[in-house]
C-alpha cells in the first residue's frame, strides 16, 4: 500500500490546459476523492496518477518514487473503469485471473487467489459465467475483483457506480467503503457527484476547470468553502449567496445589507466592492424579530424537513427548516442567519474572506 | 407528453420545435397568436434568448426544457410527463423542480408525472401514488405517504437515508402480531435506552448518518453535523414513533 | 478491389508476359536469373500461383478493411485495463487482440471463400483455364461442359452440387462464426 503525492502536475492536450499545477497527497491508506463537474479535468488526473496520461510537466510519488513517465504497467496500479473494461470474450473466471497470469504466477497460486477474492465479493456463483451477461452490478463486483486481485499499491477508480442506477448505486457505494474498510488500500476515486464524494470519502479535492480549488477532509470542506465555486458545489441545496456592493475590513464582526447590519464571524482581512454572504440552508431560521427580511416563494417537502426558497433583496435564499413548521407561499417571514457560520466571499474573485472562523481550514492560504 | 429523452426534431430551430404543435392543422392557430404563446413559454423556461439556435446546440438541461415547452405551448387539460428530468444533472434537476411546479401551479393543469426519484415525489407532488408491480398499494399527499406508510414497501420507497427494518423482537413493547418494526433514521433518540457500536461515521455537511451495530442489525441514523462520535463508539439508542409490521408487511396501527 | 476481374487479369496477363512483363523483370533482377526463362501463365506448375499472387493483390485492400472495422471495434479501454492489469504488448496481442478481432477474420474468411467457388473472369482473362486444364476451376469446367460441349443435363447436375456444397460449407462455417462471437 501506498502514500500518493503529487507536486505541480499539469497537463495539455495542444492549446487546451487540462490540468493546471495541481498538488496534493493522499496518504497511505486513504479513501481519496477527486471531485468536480465534467470537464474539471479530475479524470485526466486520475489518469496521470495510473499513467495513462502522460503529464506534461509535474512530478507524481507512488511509494516516495518518481513515477510520472513510467508506463501503467510499471507503476503496480489497479485502474476500475466507468464502463467496467471487463474482457468480453473470456468469462468471469479469465478476467479475474487475467492480471495474475500476465505477471506469471503459477496455476495452483492463481485458482487460490481467485476463489478467496471472488469470496470476498460474493460472486463464486458466476465464475464460468460470459460476462456479456451479467448484471451491472455484477460487472461492477468482477471489474472491482480483477483489481484486487493483485494487491496492487493503490486502487484508482474513475466514476465506478456512474453507470448503475441510483437505488442500487447507494447499495454499491457501501458495499465498496466497507470493502475498502476491510482491506485498507490507498484509492482514489473520481465523482462529479457530491453526495457520493462526502458519503464514501476521508478526504476530497473539488477541481474546476483544471485548478484544484479546496482539499481537506469533508466536513471542514462543507463548512469553510474556500470559494464561492466550492460552496455552490458542495451541499444539497448549496450554499446561498446574498451579494451586495459594500466594504468590510478587517476585524470588523458585521456586514450591511441594505441598511441592516448582519453579524459575521470576525473578519481577518479587507475587502471592498462586490461581495457575497454564504449561507448554508440549515443555518437560516425563520424569526418574526429578526430585522432581515424576505418572502417564501416556495416549498419543498422532503419527509424530516423541508426546504422554503425566500427572496429577499440579496438574492434568493434556501433554507432547510422542520418539517412541521408551517409556511405558506407568499407569507414574508424574518430571517436571522446563524452568525458563527456565515462566510463573506470576494464576489468577484470568488474567494473566501479569511475570518475567525476558517482561519484553520483556510489559514494556510 | 413530455418524454425521458427529449425527443426534439434535431433539424428545426427551438422556435420551430416549439412552435410544431400549434401548427398542426387542427387547431388552426393564428400567426400573432402562435408567435406569442411560444414567447410566453420561452420566457417562463428561460430559453428565450435560444429561439433561433438548433435543437441539436443545445445543452441537455435547455433541450429538456424546450420539450417541456413544446409540451405546455398547447394548453392541454393534461400533462403526462416520463420521468422528464433524469437524464439531467442534479443542480438542474433542483432548479427544473421548482420550474415545473410553479408552472404547474400557475396554469392548474393536471400533471401525471412518472419517477423513480423519491425527491422528485415529495417536493412536487399533491398526491402521490406509490405502485408496487402494477398495483397502486397507497395513495396520497406525500406528507401522508411519508408519515403513515400501509406496508413496508410504502414505507422504504420514501426517506433519505432509508427506513431501518429489523425484527420488531429487537426492542421490547411490540405489539401483538408484529413481525417487523420500522424505524425512520429521525426515529431514533440517542442517548438513552440499549447500546450499540457505532460502525461508520458519515459527514454529509448537513448532516451526519451514524451506521450502528445493534444486536447484529444494521441500523442507519442521522445526528448532530459536528457530532464527536467516530466509529467504535458506543451509543444508546431508543425508538420513538416506530411503525410495526405483520408477517405479510402490512402495517399494523 | 475497385476493378472488374476482367480487366485485372487483361492487366495481369501484359505483367506476367516473359519478354515484355514488369513482373518477370522485377523477379529475374531479384534473383539474378533470367526473365524470359519462365512463363507465370504458360508453366503448369507456375500457373495456379499466377492466380493465386493476383487474387491476393486485388482483394488485400477488402480483407484489411474487415480487419480494420474490427480492431476499432476494440475499446481503448480495454487495452488499458490491460495496461493497468500489467500485460505486455505482446500477451495483450496474443490475448486481446487477436481473439477480439476473430470473428471479423473469420467473416472475411467466409466471403472470399464463396467468392472463390465462382471466381471465373479473372482466370478466363488470364490464363483462359490453361495450360491443359491446370487452372480449369469448378466454375469455368462447368460453363465449359454447359455451352461449349452442350451437356446441359450434366451441368445442371454439377451447378446444383455445387450450390448445396458451398450453401453446406457455408452453414457449417457461420455456425461456428457465431459460436466464436458468442464468447
Known sequence: ???????????????????????????????????????????????????????????????????????????????????????PHVNVRKNISYPLVSQGMKRSQVTERVAEVSRILGIEGILDRPVSGLSGGDRQRVALARAIVREPKAFFMDEPLGALDAEFREHMAHELRSLHDRMGATTVYVTHDQLEAMQMGDKIVVMNHGVVEQFGVPQDIYDWPATMFVADFIGSPSMSFLRFEGAVEQGGTSVELGGISVEVPRLLEDAQGPLALGVRPEHIHFDDTATYRGQVI?????????????????????ARLSSEQPTRVGDAVGLRLDKRTLTVFDAGSGRALISEANREVLGHG | MVFQQYSLYPHLTVRQNLEFPLKSPLLRTPKDEIERKVRDVAEVLRIDHKLDNKATALSGGEMQRVSIGRALVRNPSIYLMDEPLSSLDAKLRAELRIELKRIQAQSGATLLYVTHDQVEAMTMATHVGVLDHGRLVQFGPPREVYENPVSIYAATRLGQPRINLLPASVFAGAPEGARTIGLRPEHIVQGEGEEGSVVRVERLGDQTRLHLDFKQHQIITVTDPHTPLKAGDMVQIRPRNAYYFDAAGARIV | MMLSP???????????????????????????????????????????????????????????????????????????????????????????????????????????????????DLVVQLTGGGPGSTTELTSINLKREAFEKWRTGYASAYAVILFVTVFGLASIYVKALNKVKER
Open chain 3, 6 to 120: 476482367a480487366v485485372v487479369g487483361n492487366f495481369w496477363t501484359f505483367l506476367y508476359q516473359p519478354q515484355i512483363g514488369l513482373f518477370n523483370y522485377v523477379v529475374g533482377f531479384l534473383s539474378g536469373t533470367d526473365p524470359s526463362g519462365f512463363s507465370m501463365i504458360g508453366e503448369v506448375a507456375l500457373a495456379p500461383w499466377a492466380i493465386v499472387i493476383v487474387d491476393t493483390w486485388m482483394w488485400t485492400p477488402f480483407v484489411m478493411l474487415i480487419c480494420l472495422a474490427g480492431l476499432r471495434s476494440i475499446p481503448e479501454s480495454i487495452y488499458e485495463a490491460a495496461e493497468c492489469d500489467r500485460a505486455s504488448k505482446w500477451r495483450q496481442f496474443w490475448t486481446i487482440t487477436i481473439p477480439m478481432v476473430l470473428p471479423f477474420l473469420m467473416l472475411a474468411v467466409l466471403f472470399r471463400g464463396i467468392e472463390n467457388f465462382k471466381m471465373f
Open chain 1, 1 to 87: 500500500m501506498a502514500r500518493i503525492e503529487i507536486r505541480n502536475l499539469r497537463k495539455e492536450f495542444g492549446d487546451f490546459t487540462a490540468v493546471q499545477s495541481s498538488s496534493f497527497v493522499i496518504e497511505d491508506g486513504e479513501f481519496f476523492m477527486l471531485l468536480g463537474p465534467s470537464g474539471c479535468g479530475k479524470t485526466t488526473t486520475l489518469r496521470m496518477m495510473a499513467g495513462l496520461e502522460l503529464p506534461t510537466s509535474g512530478e507524481i510519488f507512488i511509494d516516495n518514487q518518481e513515477v510520472s513517465q513510467k508506463r501503467a504497467s510499471e507503476r503496480d496500479i489497479a485502474f476500475v473503469f466507468q464502463m467496467f473494461a471487463l474482457y
Open chain 1, 298 to 318: 416556495a416549498t419543498e417537502y422532503l419527509g424530516t424537513t423541508q426546504i422554503v426558497s425566500v427572496d429577499t433583496p440579496h438574492g434568493a435564499l434556501k
